[in-house]
């Protein structure tokens, strides 16, 4: 028996995902910190190092902020 409601979360993500600009691997994190601080409908995302440039935080704040997030209870994070 399937469950009537599916548990709230962000999508899977693909096998290997890619920054927009400039090609590293992204990591779990850094997708959700894209999600978190540019916008959750996102679907093209940010290594931690050109997030950081674009925000104008250092990747330690981010890093500091994806934490606080986690501990929040944010879904992107889990």
Do not use: H, W
Request: overall charge positive.
């Amino acid at each position: 028996m399937t469950p009537m409601f599916k548990r709230p979360g962000p999508p899977p993500l693909p096998d290997s995902c890619y920054c927009t600009k400039c090609g590293a691997i992204v990591k779990n994190v850094e997708v959700g910190l894209t999600k978190k601080m540019i916008n959750r409908g996102m679907t093209e995302y940010m290594c931690l190092t050109c997030l950081a440039e674009f925000t104008g935080l250092s990747e330690e704040e981010l890093l500091r902020k994806a934490e606080q997030f986690k501990r929040m209870g944010c879904i992107l994070f889990n």
